[in-house]
């Protein structure tokens, strides 16, 4: 489930930064990211199962694996979890309204730690 009006999408900064800031709102890159592309995870496991809220970053004009890169970050989303089959994102999926509130919360927060580095005017 896409996540709307955060604020998050098309920002642009440095890597390092958002990294940072991420880390600060239990947003976590670990090992998923290429050369080109980052995803940062917040894990929720609950009554209801395992939900991730995703951050995907993409830059194109930058090295991730060298941490030289402004990153543009795009729309996040909300998955389930399913062992072993992994995260589905689709609309027939019930996300519980306390988990939405939760990931709002936190991306309201990145967003207002994000804008004064945002480099798109």
């Given at each position: 489930?896409?996540?709307?009006?955060?604020?998050?999408?098309?920002?642009?900064?440095?890597?390092?930064?958002?990294?940072?800031?991420?880390?600060?709102?239990?947003?976590?890159?670990?090992?998923?990211?290429?050369?080109?592309?980052?995803?940062?995870?917040?894990?929720?496991?609950?009554?209801?199962?395992?939900?991730?809220?995703?951050?995907?970053?993409?830059?194109?004009?930058?090295?991730?694996?060298?941490?030289?890169?402004?990153?543009?970050?795009?729309?996040?989303?909300?998955?389930?979890?399913?062992?072993?089959?992994?995260?589905?994102y689709g609309e027939g999926e019930y996300f519980p309204e306390t988990l939405i509130k939760d990931c709002n919360a936190t991306l309201k927060l990145v967003n207002e730690s994000l804008l004064p580095y945002n480099t798109?005017?």
């Amino acid at each position: 489930m896409y996540i709307e009006n955060t604020g998050i999408e098309n920002i642009v900064a440095d890597l390092s930064v958002i990294d940072e800031i991420m880390m600060k709102h239990d947003l976590v890159r670990a090992g998923q990211w290429d050369y080109e592309r980052v995803t940062y995870d917040k894990k929720y496991v609950i009554k209801e199962g395992t939900f991730y809220l995703r951050v995907f970053g993409y830059t194109t004009d930058g090295d991730v694996d060298t941490r030289d890169a402004m990153m543009i970050l795009k729309k996040p989303v909300i998955g389930k979890h399913y062992y072993p089959h992994g995260v589905e994102y689709g609309e027939g999926e019930y996300f519980p309204e306390t988990l939405i509130k939760d990931c709002n919360a936190t991306l309201k927060l990145v967003n207002e730690s994000l804008l004064p580095y945002n480099t798109k005017k």
